[in-house]
């Protein structure tokens, strides 16, 4: 991530290339008295969390309220049927899928590298997860819509639901034996997206981060439903770092314990309607300005669906506007226009294995940096 | 690491394969009311900790405890000359350093993947973390005392002092202008050696994990000369797990600061003399059985140095013992023999590029674990 001055004032540029989750920031210091963590010197200190567990540095108190989390919301399967594994955030769970699929017995040396595809567009940071080491066992192979896939060698395709840039409900594009699906769900919580159904699939990705808010807690957890391949992203996450921090663990802990007693006791910690009622704000705001200006255009998403956990209708609202400039066409990268012309810094389609026509720019921010980004919007025709 | 049982009864397997540092529990139960850390459900949100640093994931006042203690202690040249590079512990900025040193401007396609080496017996994590991802980019070499430098292509040596099996202090063995030296200096601490002089070197990695006994945070630190150097390596953090638990950093700030204040401010919490007396005592009763036993023979170590921070003569005590069995000859792997034979767990010779005869044991458990290992050690002859 580039480095890049802080946000709240009007003259300077603001940030919002990252998704980072801080527009959550308000409702912890409102709601969130029952999610302080309190570590004494002594706590925490061996390497090991439950040595009995296949992911052996997994807290047995976190296991507890990741399952639970997913019990009351539905929006998963989570249930004893699946292995949990932690990582450094889903980055880290990402590149442990990669490694466990590409290292299933009886694949080595049978072919080069295996291809790693995603249908565009694609999260920008799939790419470097997949290249960034040049690794023997694992290559990016672009755009799923456009893959061939190889007779007899398998392949990992990632599908992202809601997508990141877009917010599209994606399936899979290649659907044939040799297709390996990795499912990112890190955007399927109900602020963002009406819950459907449980997902249950092999193997599927999520994270604090995008969920609650606490990034900088870098923790993910994957459920998976093999024991040998959860083996293998455990190993994988054991070799890189050890294992994860077990101060996080306790926090999220903490943290998805305040969310959950919220919807269980009745508590005032109702984080998914807080997030509901900020993100629908947001988009109005965004809908509004883009309708009246012009120059851009915004994806048309399906229309509202039953959601099981909130009860009720529900709209999509993504965490991030997908944005396609549709003003002067002398114009082809709206990205850098958007920094050097109105301050705004936010991430190019390129990235994304698509035009530079397009922008991803987050509505995760602060409230008070979303204010000057929606000013600065209503000032581009 | 292999699950096991706890380690407290008699009658059940003890684990000394890990150096799992919890015998410095006792000490931050009884010394650590300075080092407890409470966080608040609305902390630590961003992703980011310091937009301005090089190392953009690093809180500031995690970087000023670093700086401090290493100032105070006088094991490292930790100035503002250095850059701090932090990772979710040293295992991955072990593997960021090489992925640093191997895509230097320059390098890219010159050769094949850079060779990575260690004199034996060496830390039995680097061939894997060298090797686990089969990156193109560099590539486990073996012990540097029997590998033969290409005449243009470089190659990266680990010296890791004092030595991890075997406590011996280390220099780079490969000396020519083709060697990039990663210095480990995870047990360069007064409880283990001599503070002889401030090491400083362009890469020297350090952890929480053997300085104050808390690997459960993950946290290790480099300090790193060349700024484009430190760059790639925070690049790596980034791609690899988008930086590091913040909840964390605070965490080690925290204890790294009871510690540091301890010594400055003549507080309670003398760590380093607690680490002292502890692994003093422990090596007494080893080697009082090893000599009245003579089953196991022992290294020589160098004899006693002045520390510059005890003010003192001060022999080496290092973290594990590491024992050549002089046994029964027809013994050839005396890790499994004292599995099998004596419920101890421990790491055999192989694993460290030297022969089975000889096994790493671990002195940093809790004291009734390393009683229940003396009195099982006893019995042996």
Not at 84 to 98: D, T
Not at 280 to 302: I, S
Not at 308 to 315: H, K, M, N, S, V
Not at 363 to 377: A, N
Request: proline share 5%; glycine share 8%; charged share 20%.
């Amino acid at each position: 991530m580039a480095a890049s001055s802080a946000a709240e004032s009007k003259d300077r540029v603001i940030n919002l290339d990252h998704g980072d989750p801080t527009a959550y920031e308000s409702f912890w210091r409102e709601s969130g008295e029952g999610a302080y963590l309190k570590i004494e010197g002594w706590e925490n200190m061996s390497y090991f969390s439950d040595r009995n567990n296949l992911c052996w540095f997994l807290l047995p108190v976190f296991e507890t309220e990741i399952r639970r989390i997913h019990r009351i919301v539905g929006n998963a399967t989570a249930d004893e049927s699946r292995h949990i594994v932690i990582g450094n955030g889903s980055s880290q769970l990402f590149q442990a899928a990669l490694f466990a699929l590409s290292t299933q017995p009886g694949l080595t040396g049978t072919s080069g590298p295996m291809p790693v595809v995603s249908a565009a567009p694609y999260y920008s940071g799939y790419p470097a997860a997949a290249d960034f080491l040049k690794s023997t066992l694992y290559k990016w192979g672009g755009d799923a819509n456009t893959f061939t896939p190889h007779p007899s060698t398998p392949h990992n395709e990632a599908i992202c639901s809601p997508n990141n840039p877009d917010g599209r409900l994606n399936n899979p594009v290649l659907l044939n034996q040799n297709s390996n699906n990795i499912h990112d769900l890190a955007y399927y919580w109900p602020q963002y997206t009406p819950i459907t159904k449980a997902a249950d699939h092999d193997i599927m990705l999520f994270t604090i981060s995008k969920c609650t808010g606490h990034a900088g807690c870098r923790l993910g957890w994957a459920l998976v439903k093999d024991a040998d391949l959860a083996r293998r992203m455990v190993k994988f996450v054991e070799l890189g770092t050890i294992g994860v921090s077990k101060d996080s663990q306790h926090r999220a802990a903490a943290i998805l314990r305040a969310v959950s007693n919220g919807y269980e006791s009745g508590g005032a910690c109702k984080l998914f309607h807080f997030g509901r009622k900020m993100m629908a704000e947001r988009w109005e705001r965004v809908r509004e300005v883009v309708k009246a200006k012009g120059a851009f255009g915004l994806l048309e998403y399906p229309p509202p669906s039953y959601c099981g956990f909130l009860r009720e209708e529900a709209t999509h609202l993504p965490a991030f506007a997908w944005l396609k400039y549709e003003g002067n066409q002398d114009i082809e990268d709206i990205a850098s226009y958007l920094k050097t012309e109105h301050s705004i810094e936010a991430r190019g389609g390129r990235n994304f294995g698509t035009t530079d026509k397009y922008v991803r720019i987050s509505l995760l921010e602060r409230q008070k940096t979303f204010d000057v980004f929606i000013e600065r919007l209503s000032s581009i025709s």
